[in-house]
């Protein structure tokens, strides 16, 4: 990489410290100085980041596409915990308590992203306290998922999850037409179940009239329909 191209990194990486979480507390000189030593990362789709039961001290912001967090189990049945995307933060547990990792970091799709190893990033926090706080801010955001995780996979139906997961992507954007921007093995991986129960139930809420399916989109036809069921299942 030539001067030009170091420098131009430096600064593009710079400005995505400045808005993102927790760096935006440092100073300017300290977001420059982590901006120097910041290694740059691109993936392909399928491509491991890391495995489940590493030791991997690093702390990553994505800077484009989206990164997977997902466990697998002995069967090889993925569950999916957390999706990472443009400018998202993540910080392996293994910089606070030095244990392995709890879950496989996976690129969905042609991704960059900006590592930092514990020993260039540690440095930097322990003498901030809000960067602290915000950090301890992430991963209690991070925990609350895992426990909403939890709740939904130990007391609701394939069912009532499958359209827990639309609805949120209905918030997200705001609109009745939604791009179907997850497989049917993705949509499984995050319920916990498989691509034809998936399907399945994708064909009883059409059924039901509370959507239509196409290959490319979902168009939300009744949303409060879609709440009731939720709460009735």
Partial sequence: MSFTELIKMATCTTTLLKNTLIFRQLTEQDREDLARCANPKSLAGGEFLAMHGQIWPYLLIVDSGVIK?????????????????????????????????????????????????????????????????????????????????VENLAFHPVASRVARLLLKQHQKSGADHVNRELTLDEMATMVGSTPVMVCKVLSQLADQGYLKVSRTEIEFINREQLEKFIDNR
């Fill in 69 to 149: 967090i997902h466990k697998v189990s002995a069967q090889g049945r993925a569950l999916g915990a957390l999706r990472l995307v443009e400018g998202d933060l993540f910080c392996s547990p293994t910089i606070i308590d030095g244990e392995p990792l709890p879950a496989t970091l996976e690129a969905d799709g042609f991704c960059t992203l900006f590592l930092w190893q514990e020993d260039q990033i540690l440095p930097f926090l322990q003498k901030n306290n809000l960067a602290l706080w915000d950090l301890s801010t992430l991963l209690l955001k991070r925990m609350r998922q895992a426990s909403e995780m």
